[in-house]
């Protein structure tokens, strides 16, 4: 009785290198993925006498995120004159905003310094919708 030779498996160290490669491709798309340096979700800000412009973000949606990079410029900006906040979906305060204003992830809602409302912008297109919101705050 002849038994046919074991296929020799892909040798550990191959399998090691392979498993390296891909653990270190995803966490760098991951990190891509990220905003640039975090916006605060403290809600607490609003009607600190600053305007303040509020970002519903939710991770399950990519509507936040496209919204993040669109603000990004205004940020930069304005970030000394207003308060850039995010309301996590993730969080109760967040979904608690959300609610009460009737919005979902990727709605931009902006404040005067004393908390009055000023204007909501759901799924804007482009940063100089939000700038004309903001503009009205400023």
Same mark, same amino acid.
Request: charged letters at 20%.
């Given at each position: 009785? =002849? @038994?046919?030779?074991?296929?020799?498996?892909?040798? =550990?160290?191959? +399998?090691?290198? *392979?498993?390296?490669?891909?653990?270190?491709?995803?966490?760098?798309?991951?990190? =891509?993925?990220?905003?640039?340096?975090?916006?605060?979700?403290?809600?607490?800000? *609003?009607?600190?006498?600053?305007?303040?412009?509020?970002?519903?973000?939710?991770?399950?949606?990519?509507? $936040?995120?496209?919204?993040? +990079?669109?603000?990004?410029?205004?940020?930069? +900006?304005?970030?000394?004159?207003?308060?850039?906040?995010?309301?996590?979906? $993730?969080?109760?305060? $967040?979904?608690?905003?959300?609610?009460?204003?009737? *919005?979902?992830?990727?709605?931009?809602?902006?404040?005067? $310094?004393?908390? @009055?409302?000023?204007? @909501?912008?759901?799924?804007?297109?482009?940063?100089?919708?939000?700038?004309?919101?903001? +503009?009205?705050?400023?």
């Amino acid at each position: 009785m =002849t @038994t046919a030779a074991p296929k020799a498996p892909l040798a =550990t160290w191959k +399998k090691w290198l *392979i498993y390296t490669f891909v653990l270190g491709a995803s966490a760098i798309l991951i990190w =891509t993925q990220l905003p640039q340096s975090p916006y605060p979700t403290d809600l607490n800000r *609003i009607g600190a006498g600053q305007p303040a412009v509020v970002l519903i973000y939710d991770v399950n949606s990519s509507g $936040g995120m496209t919204v993040m +990079k669109l603000l990004e410029p205004l940020r930069e +900006k304005y970030g000394d004159q207003v308060q850039f906040l995010v309301a996590s979906m $993730g969080l109760p305060d $967040g979904r608690d905003f959300a609610r009460h204003y009737k *919005i979902s992830s990727g709605a931009v809602v902006f404040f005067l $310094g004393d908390a @009055t409302h000023s204007s @909501t912008v759901r799924a804007p297109e482009s940063t100089e919708d939000l700038r004309e919101a903001l +503009k009205k705050v400023l």
